[in-house]
């Protein structure tokens, strides 16, 4: 986590820099918002394609969700200090009480296991009842809505009912646990995260993208960026871990962006700091790194695995 969280240290900071020249040659009219467009990762995104290619539960999955993770929260946290029109000391302050009380639902949700309760959470997990989905369903709309009333961005609050729901479903019984994972990961990808794509789809502009070439043209510069700005800063930091396929596949994936650049570009261009062609050309660049970069990845990877497989039917055959 330490490595993750200094790789996205330098990308903010290389990010910035990149925002700073868009800035001076004025192709767009705030650093901070394009900077921290060009920061993120999209890991919800990436999740149910590192799982179902079995990346998650290789010694290589826990290096991406590291990266994805730090690569979500960081712009998050940097969303409510730096886009809010709070003043910076309020907003500190709201932070560290939406902190308080995160970290003591999280305590609560680890030391806090009555054998009567979890018994009962049991005997209705599989039941009309679903009370285990029902109670973490409801802790995540409490954290949300204590994130908007303290004026803060409801990914926040989303992210840390993430944490703390997969601290409370967590126990002793494995496969209790991974059925109530398996319950919020069917409403999850079944259900919301649809339901974002389509509303993203709906409010892109394509019409800025499709009658101005100049907009166009930035959607693959803005997906270069991303390479750019996540990828270089992944190959330095954790160019001593990893071998040379997994470097590029981390590199590569730790690029993956759009849910967060999506809220940031909508934040930008409420608050007059984006440009709304920029926006959209921002939105579509995250777009087509969901279509690229995790094919190119995951390429990657199967070429080291292909390559370890061939080695090893060679060593075995007289």
Known sequence: MGRATSAWLASLA??????????????VLDTVVVGLCLTTTALTTLLPILRDAGVL????????LSAGAIGEFGPILAVALLLTSHDAGAT??????????????????????????????????????QLPVRISVTLVVFLVYLATK???????????????VRLFIRGEDHVETEQITSKLEAIGFGFLIPIFFIETGVNLDLHALVHRPKVLLLVPLFALLFLFTRGLPTLVFFRRVLDKAQLTALSILSSTALPLVVVITTIGVDEHKMKPQNASALVAAGMLSVLVYPILGLRSLRATTDAAAGEETVHRDP
Do not use: C, E, Q
């Open 57 to 64: 539960k290789s010694s290589f999955g826990p290096t991406v």
């Open 92 to 129: 500190i302050l709201l932070l560290i009480a939406f902190t308080v009380v995160a970290a003591a639902a999280a305590l609560l949700a680890v030391r806090v296991h009555p054998p009567r309760v979890v018994a009962m959470l049991g005997r209705h997990l599989n039941s009309s009842a």
């Open 150 to 164: 303290l004026s803060l961005d409801v990914l926040l609050g989303a992210f840390a009912a993430g944490v703390i």
């Open 14 to 27: 290389l990010a910035l820099g990149v925002g700073a020249v868009l800035h001076a040659t004025g192709l």
